[in-house]
């Protein structure tokens, strides 16, 4: 089957009725209608029928090495350069039809399930069996197109002691046993960014764990439909307010939802098992394949457009109110130039320096990668400082459409007027840039551009403890013994 469209997507959602929760009800009926999902489906249907417009198919598609069918990009094995420069491509196309305010467009996942299929053997050190299971399953969800959602982290409830210490050791999602039919699974996960409205959800280590016998029950790598019996998707509240395009720019399209996933007795079928019971396997799994490292490849792409979009809102601020003489104004907007350029500089070294792996697959320099990554949660919440030090009470006078359509409009179009402009389209820009960084959900992105890949502290220490510092090191000994012989002739 070709890549997707976006009705095909749609459809398969809409059809599936997973188990998903909201405000305390099941949703029931269609997936696509409802008001908290409504929005981000699609633009997601529309990032996928990005897939076949005919001027963009060479980037967003190539032809499937088994059905010789156009499939997306993003499931695409790298083998050269130019194939990493292909898929950097088609990321940005996506993120720029969501300016990077979709962390989870299609391609996120992909880039981690293209990887661990690509390291397919890895799996099969514990049964060969599972090294044909991740291998199959990449094919099927690249030929099939399939749209993942994951889930990584334990629930939060006492982080000092291990999730087999926890008051009842079904806290966390466990494996309660097997049968015939597959692993079973009961407890839960957290937190799976667009829970309940994509076709199936990973379920793998990241978070590494502590390597004892008790922790095995909790080491484990599958995969299944949402549908699957048992399991069920307990989302928060919609930050789409089912508001117009012009009131809440960002989340009415782009508002991607989290669901804490609960695993009730989920038979887990045997073929959708990567690794199960082995801590040792599966803390090395991330690493080993370099799903991280391109995975992050996809992040850094999609943040240049996010930082492009950024730029632009603020830029647009200070012309519409005029403040562009002021130094500190060019200051603040200059630290948003240099983050954007320091994160495309980023993602160029990476693929300059690229090198086949040992799956064969060409592989960005992590390096560049990983510094961007830990830069990035650092930065953008500066981003939305900036928005809110230059917007200032420009983000609370921001009438609604209905305050527009109403007979007030005579008192706003003379009192919301901009430098440069009618009021209707500066209170559009203004709420735009209070999406970004006042409304909840534009503070959602900031915790998520803090969090999503991981706790910052703990990627900064990997980042310490990886990073070899001992050249420098011995070059400040050699200048300090250089100094000692000096003082010793003198
Ligand atoms: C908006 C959003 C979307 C997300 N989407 C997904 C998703 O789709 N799939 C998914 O799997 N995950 C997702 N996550 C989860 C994300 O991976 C985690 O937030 C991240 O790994 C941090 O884990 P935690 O939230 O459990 O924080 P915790 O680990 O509980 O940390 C909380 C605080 O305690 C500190 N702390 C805790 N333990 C330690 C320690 N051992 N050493 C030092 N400090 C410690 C942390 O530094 C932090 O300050 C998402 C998170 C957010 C915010």
């Given at each position: ?7 095909e997507?749609?459809?398969g959602?809409?059809e ?5 929760w909201i405000?305390?009800e ?8 409802h008001p908290?999902?409504?929005g981000?489906?699609k ?12 001027k ?6 190539y032809i499937?090495?088994t059905?010789?069918?156009?499939v997306?990009t993003?499931?695409?094995q ?16 996506w993120?720029?039809h969501?300016n990077?305010?979709?962390g989870?467009s299609?391609?996120?996942i ?5 990887a661990?299929?690509?390291a397919?053997d ?19 969800c ?15 409830v ?23 039919e ?14 309940g409205?994509?076709?199936e ?7 590494l ?6 922790e ?5 790598a599958?995969?299944?439909?949402n549908?699957?019996p048992?399991l ?6 919609t ?22 996933i609960?695993f009730?007795?989920?038979v887990v ?15 090395q799994?991330y ?6 490292v391109?995975?992050t490849?996809?992040v850094v ?5 996010k930082?492009?979009?950024?730029l632009?809102?603020l ?29 495309k500089?980023f993602?160029?070294a990476?693929e300059?320096n ?21 830069y ?6 500066r981003f ?9 009470s420009?983000?609370m006078?921001?009438?609604n ?5 109403s ?13 440069n ?9 203004y ?9 909840s959900?534009?503070?959602?992105q900031?915790?998520y551009?803090?969090?999503?890949f991981g ?29 000692e012989?000096l003082?010793?002739?003198?």
């Amino acid at each position: 089957m070709p890549a997707k469209t976006g009705e095909e997507y749609i459809n398969g959602v809409d059809e599936a009725g997973a188990n998903v929760w909201i405000d305390g009800e099941q949703v029931k009926g269609k997936f696509s209608e409802h008001p908290a999902f409504m929005g981000v489906m699609k633009t997601q249907a529309e990032l996928y029928d990005l897939q076949h417009d005919p001027k963009k198919q060479d980037i967003m598609t190539y032809i499937s090495p088994t059905s010789n069918d156009r499939v997306g990009t993003s499931f695409l094995q790298p083998r050269t350069k130019e194939d990493l420069e292909t898929r950097r491509n088609m990321i940005q196309e996506w993120a720029r039809h969501n300016n990077g305010m979709m962390g989870r467009s299609p391609d996120y996942i992909n880039s981690g399930l293209m990887a661990y299929g690509s390291a397919a053997d890895m799996f099969g050190t514990q049964d060969p069996a599972f090294a044909k299971n991740m291998k199959a399953y990449y094919e099927l969800c690249r030929e099939k197109d399939l749209s993942l959602t994951h889930t990584l982290i334990q629930p939060q409830v006492n982080r000092g002691v291990s999730a087999a210490k926890l008051p009842d050791p079904y806290i966390a999602a466990r494996i309660a046993g097997k049968n015939s039919e597959g692993l079973i699974i009961k407890g839960a996960r957290l937190l799976a960014t667009q829970g309940g409205i994509t076709d199936e959800i990973m379920v793998f280590p990241s978070t590494l764990l502590k390597q004892s016998e008790e922790e095995n029950p909790y080491a484990f790598a599958f995969s299944i439909p949402n549908n699957t019996p048992g399991l069920k998707f307990i989302c928060r509240e919609t930050f789409d307010y089912g508001k117009s395009h012009y009131d809440h720019p960002l989340g009415s399209r782009f508002e991607e939802m989290d669901a804490i996933i609960v695993f009730d007795d989920v038979v887990v079928p045997w073929n959708r098992v990567f690794a199960y019971g082995d801590v040792g396997i599966c803390n090395q799994a991330y690493n080993e394949s370099n799903a991280v490292v391109h995975m992050t490849h996809q992040v850094v792409a999609k943040n240049i457009a996010k930082t492009e979009f950024i730029l632009g809102i603020l830029q647009l601020m200070v012309e519409t109110i005029n403040i562009g003489q002021y130094q500190h104004v060019q200051e603040k907007i200059s630290e948003v130039i240099i983050a954007l350029e320091t994160v495309k500089a980023f993602i160029t070294a990476s693929e300059a320096n690229a090198k086949l792996d040992k799956w064969g697959i060409m592989t960005p320099d992590f390096t560049p990668l990983n510094i961007a990554r830990n830069y990035y949660p650092k930065i953008y919440p500066r981003f939305s400082e900036i928005m809110q030090l230059l917007g200032a009470s420009g983000l609370m006078a921001i009438p609604n459409e209905a305050d527009f359509n109403s007979e007030l409009r005579p008192d706003l179009d003379k009192y919301l007027q901009a430098a440069n402009g009618p009021a209707y389209e500066r209170v559009r820009l203004y709420r735009l840039a209070w999406d970004v960084c006042m409304s909840s959900f534009g503070t959602r992105q900031t915790l998520y551009e803090r969090f999503f890949f991981g706790d910052p502290i703990r990627m900064a220490s990997a980042l310490y403890n990886g990073y070899d510092k001992q050249e420098y090191v011995d070059r400040v000994k050699e200048f300090l013994n250089r100094s000692e012989h000096l003082a010793e002739i003198n």
